[in-house]
């Protein structure tokens, strides 16, 4: 009679076990960093109220230079930190469109809007990518860390161009979130989209830049300039 044995395996060192758990964290933790295509979850709306480095209401101010009278769109408000903000600098003949593709971030804002006393901003839902509006609406538009959590961001800058007034401005915040986008990556992205630089505050990781659309096919020298000026490059009109 044959009798039936069975190798011993030999124990996995704990050493190993938490090696190999913690190399799959890590790898669960970039892939939710680097591939999470959400909309910033509105349960979290507490966070949008903190103030980012460089991305201050003065610095924002001088970038974006709103004056009384003018049409602004902000795409991607959240919960209104920006919109508060601006839109009573655009005076009672300006006007404020906020465009989320949440409804919830958009009530949020008319909630803070309304008890403020502020009548001058109209919200739209809708996604960025497509934006409802005709060409040449806007003096200018802006987004503040939200590009990067769109997918094709390049899409949005054509749009944002499109919907630009001839001389109209585009300014873009970006902050070192998993939806940053690189100060680099934006300057080419906009150049495609046929967008001039024409002001840039705060290094790569936390910055405001503005850009005007341009002619297809007209190169800024200026703005090659500072874009060459480099990601560490600091505050200031360049
Ligand atoms: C991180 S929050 C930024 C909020 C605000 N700008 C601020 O600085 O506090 C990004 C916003 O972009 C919006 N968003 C995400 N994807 C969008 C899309 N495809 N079209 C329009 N808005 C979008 C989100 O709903 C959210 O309100």
Redesign the pocket.
């Known amino acids: 009679m044959h009798r039936i044995t069975t190798a011993a395996t030999a124990p996995i060192p704990a050493r190993t076990r938490w090696a190999v758990a913690a190399g799959v964290g890590a790898a669960l933790a970039a892939a939710w960093w680097l591939g999470d295509t959400a909309?910033?979850p509105?349960a979290q709306r507490g966070l949008?109220?903190v103030p980012?480095p460089f991305?201050t209401a003065d610095r924002m101010d001088a970038v974006l230079q709103p004056r009384p009278g003018e049409r602004f769109l902000?795409?991607?408000?959240?919960?209104?930190?920006?919109s508060l903000h601006v839109a009573p600098q655009l005076g009672p003949e300006g006007r404020l469109d906020v465009?989320?593709?949440?409804q919830e971030?958009l009530d949020h804002v008319m909630c803070r809007a309304e008890r403020d006393g502020l009548v001058t901003i109209r919200p739209t839902r809708?996604?960025?990518?497509e934006l409802p509006y005709a060409d040449g609406t806007f003096d200018a538009v802006y987004?503040?860390?939200?590009l990067g959590?769109?997918?094709d961001p390049d899409r949005?800058l054509r749009e944002a161009a499109r919907v630009l007034a001839p001389g109209g401005r585009l300014v873009i915040?970006e902050f070192f979130?998993r939806?940053w986008i690189p100060f680099g990556r934006l300057h080419r992205l906009a150049d495609a989209a046929g967008l001039h630089l024409t002001e840039r505050r705060g290094p790569s990781a936390a910055y405001l830049a503005r850009f005007r659309p341009c002619r297809a096919g007209v190169s800024g020298h200026r703005s090659e300039r500072l874009a060459r000026s480099g990601p560490d490059s600091g505050d200031g009109e360049a």
């Open positions: 909309p910033y509105y949008l109220d980012l991305l902000e795409i991607g408000p959240g919960t209104g930190l920006q465009l989320d593709i949440q971030m809708s996604d960025a990518r987004a503040v860390t939200a959590e769109i997918p949005v915040g979130d939806h």
